[in-house]
């Protein structure tokens, strides 16, 4: 069973600061995704990372993929309050099937 | 284009009971799954259905069961309610063939035991 492992689980920032979030697994994966989940709504994908060492910008957020392709990061620049939510990472578990990580709750206060 | 829709948004059950849960997935989607989301234990796979056929199957229990009809359309069975079995219950739609797709979530059935 591939586990996920993110940390922090928790993460209360003041906007305009910087964080990063993390996603670690003993096993390999062939990619990874990045969602975010909002109060009261389904996880929404926000990037697919495929390559060791790929890195992909959306906007102020920087998602990486380890040259080992076991773990990944997501960065955000100059948090937001609309930032606020669960950060969740997932593998590819076989057909559709996702695997998830338990994710990260963050909050970015006014 | 529509998302994925699912319902009851919200329902209260008592022990015991059963309870159906509904998912129409985005039009020209073959493929369903479905994920318990709980604080204690995050999203886990429930099942999948492509084409009216179980694919796929997570670690529960028999007591959760799903079926697919004909024009895609989802239900999942949860008899015997327990008290853990509160949870969102979300349903993911994607297109059936090649994991590169996008999967869909829809926005989940809230379901409490009592």
């Known amino acids: 069973t591939q586990l996920l492992e993110q940390s922090p689980q928790f993460l209360s920032i003041q906007e305009g600061e910087n964080l990063t979030v993390y996603c670690n697994s003993s096993?390999?994966?062939?990619?990874l995704q990045w969602y975010r989940q909002e109060p009261g709504e389904g996880p929404v994908l926000l990037v697919t990372?495929?390559?060791?060492?790929e890195v992909k910008k959306l906007k102020r957020l920087t998602f990486q993929f380890g040259d080992a392709r076991k773990d990944s990061s997501l960065h955000i620049t100059a948090a937001q309050p609309g930032d606020t939510g669960l950060y969740l990472c997932a593998a590819q578990g076989g057909s559709e099937k996702l695997v998830f990580g338990k994710g990260t709750k963050l909050t970015v206060n006014p | 284009k529509a998302g994925v829709t699912q319902t009851p948004r919200y329902l209260i059950k008592t022990r015991g009971q059963q309870v159906t849960l509904s998912c129409s997935p985005i039009?020209?989607?073959?493929?369903v799954s479905w994920y318990q989301q709980t604080p204690g234990q995050g999203l886990q796979f429930l099942f999948e259905y492509f084409s009216e056929t179980q694919r796929n199957k997570g670690n529960f229990p028999g007591r959760f069961s799903g079926r697919q009809f004909s024009n895609s359309r989802s239900e999942m069975n949860v008899s015997t309610l327990e008290l853990g079995d509160s949870a969102l219950y979300l349903c993911?739609?994607?297109?059936?063939?090649?994991?590169?797709?996008?999967?869909?979530f829809g926005e989940g059935s809230w379901l409490t035991v009592v």
């Open positions: 096993s390999v994966f062939s990619s």
């Open positions: 993911a739609s994607h297109p059936g063939t090649g994991w590169g797709n996008t999967i869909y």
């Open positions: 990372v495929v390559t060791g060492g």
């Open positions: 039009s020209g989607h073959r493929s």
